[in-house]
Every structure is written in structure tokens, then in C-alpha cells.
């Protein structure tokens, strides 16, 4: 074999990585195509229309949008009910997805034991995410109630209250039975993402933290919470999503009563499309839910890539 073959073999075979490199991008972006073209038809294009549809006076007695600018966002920000809303959701989120992260980890890390049932304890663990969420604020509902709820029966029965407590009558009581609820739906879900993780977790690792004298809560810090860390990261992204779009539980429970105490952006859209009939006025809400969510997210996310880079 020649010199001049020998030196001109390197060139063919770096360029051999790079086509195989362009090709699995190709084959990536044929993968993605269906879900892109699902994004467009189901996402991009109604938020698209309700844009548009926000800068128009739509309502039950206007056959025909008429075009007010932006007159919707004008009086949106100058309703102080909004204040109370934005209020309420964040409470909600908040509250909803630090219970449930920290419940969901106490419970992963009981499942995570070895003890006789452990199957049958993690499979029935599912039970509250496999129910339609509705049904499950129906029997929160019929928990909550007042009058013959089975937690007054409790409590009077075990003598901590004297008389029943109208718990969905009541601003800070409501608020408490919808975020419980809530957590009870989620807590699932998110217990099976952190046990995934805790069966990752290096046995040398905990075998060495405990030589070096950690103690079960020192394992936890020093071992089992920096492996979750991504998880964890996940976990709180996907809470604060779903929170933030939850409705079907907050309205079969206490439909955004009592007196606004539990009305959310999303319920607030669905108040003022289907019971105001203001299509207009409800994309504006729905606008403004947008960016509140998007402005934050858009830091974080720069955070985040920042850091990994």
C-alpha cells in the first residue's frame, strides 16, 4: 500500500462519524414529526385563535366579534377579583406540590423496604391515581360534607371537635380540602418516579456512608437526596404543570367557592366563558395565565441549562 493511500484513509473515516450523525438526526426529526404536527393541531394553533380571539368583544349578546383591542386586558387588570385569583392559584401550586413531593418521597422510601406484602402495598399505592379524577372529588365531597361526612364522624367520634365543621363552607377549609385532594391524586404517580430512582441507588455508597457513620438521616442527605436530585427536579416541573392546570377536581368540589376562595385561573376562564359568556374577556384570562407561567419558566430554564453546561 502506498504512502498517498495510507494519508488519505483518515479523512474518509472522520467523515464516516458525521454522516452516521446527520442520518440519526434525520431519523430523529421523522420520529418527532407526528408529535410536532399533534403540538401544532392541538396546542399551538387554539392558543393561536385565543390569542386573537382575546383582543375581540365576544359575547352571548354580540353575533360577531368586534374588535376592542386591548380594552380586555384594560379591564382584567383593573378587576380586583384577578388580584384574589393569581392569590388563590399560587397558594394552590405552592401548597399542592411541596405536599406532594414530600409526601411522595416518605412513601417511596417506605416502599423501598423489604417487608412482607410489599407488592401488594406498592400495586394498591396506585389505586387514588388510577381513579378519574372527578370521581375522586366527588368522594372528597362526600368526606368533607358538613353534615355526614366520614371525617365529622371521626372527629366527633373521637372527641377532638364538639361539633361538625362545614369544612367546603369555610374560605381556609375549602382551600385545605382541594389541595389534600389534589395531593391525594398526584402522591402516586410521583411516589413510583422517586421508588424508580431509589432502585438505582449504589448499595456501595450506603454501605460506605454508614462505615463512615452516617445514620439513617444522614444516608438520606448525604447519599439518597444528591442521587435524586434530577428526579426531584422533574418531580416539582411536572407538580407545578399539573397544579397549575388542574380544574375537573377544584370545580366537582367546591366549583371555585365559597365566595371565590378556591378560584383558580383555570377555573376563572371557565367562569367567564360559560357562565359569563364573555369569550373574549375568558382568552384574556387565559393569556394572562400563559405568560405567569411562562415568564418563570423561561428563567428556570436558563438556570438550569446554564448550570448543566
Known amino acids: 500500500m502506498s504512502d498517498s493511500s495510507i494519508a488519505s484513509s483518515p479523512p474518509h473515516e472522520a467523515r464516516r462519524p458525521s454522516t452516521l450523525k446527520q442520518h440519526e438526526r434525520r431519523v430523529g426529526v421523522i420520529f418527532a414529526l407526528p408529535a410536532l404536527l399533534a403540538f401544532v393541531v392541538v396546542i399551538l394553533i387554539p392558543f393561536a385563535k385565543s390569542l386573537k380571539l382575546s ?11 368586534q374588535f376592542v383591542g386591548f380594552d380586555n386586558f384594560v379591564k382584567l387588570l383593573r378587576d380586583p377579583t384577578i388580584v384574589s385569583v393569581c392569590l388563590n392559584t399560587l397558594m394552590f401550586v405552592v401548597s399542592a406540590t411541596l405536599l406532594t413531593m414530600i409526601i411522595s418521597l416518605a412513601w417511596a422510601l417506605m416502599m423501598n423496604q423489604a417487608f412482607k406484602g410489599r407488592a401488594f402495598v406498592r400495586a394498591a399505592s396506585l ?30 367520634s373521637t372527641g377532638l371537635i364538639s361539633e361538625p365543621i362545614t369544612w367546603l363552607a369555610e374560605r381556609h377549609g375549602a382551600m ?9 391524586l398526584s402522591v402516586p404517580l ?51 404543570m399539573g397544579n397549575l392546570q388542574a380544574f375537573d377536581v377544584i370545580y366537582a368540589l367546591t366549583e371555585g367557592g365559597p365566595v371565590g376562595a378556591t378560584t383558580m385561573l383555570s377555573v376563572e376562564v371557565y367562569k ?3 357562565e359569563n359568556w364573555d369569550m373574549g374577556m375568558a382568552c384574556a384570562v387565559g393569556v394572562l395565565w400563559f405568560v405567569l407561567i411562562a415568564v418563570p419558566t423561561v428563567f428556570y430554564l436558563r438556570a438550569l441549562f446554564k448550570r448543566e453546561s
Open 55 to 65: 383582543l375581540f368583544r365576544y359575547t352571548i349578546d354580540t353575533p360577531e366579534p
Open 127 to 156: 389505586l387514588p391515581w388510577v381513579l378519574p379524577s372527578t370521581v375522586t372529588a366527588f368522594l372528597a365531597a362526600w368526606i368533607f360534607n358538613g353534615q355526614y361526612g366520614v371525617l365529622n364522624a371521626i372527629l366527633l
Open 176 to 184: 385545605a380540602c382541594v389541595v389534600v385532594t389534589k395531593v391525594w
Open 190 to 240: 410521583f411516589m413510583a418516579f422517586f421508588l424508580a430512582g431509589l432502585q438505582s441507588v449504589s448499595q456501595d455508597q450506603v454501605d460506605a456512608a454508614r462505615v463512615d457513620g452516617c445514620e439513617n438521616l444522614g444516608v438520606l442527605w448525604h447519599v439518597v437526596l444528591p442521587h435524586l436530585a434530577p428526579t426531584l427536579i422533574i418531580v416539582m416541573i411536572l407538580g407545578t
Open 272 to 274: 367567564q366563558a360559560f
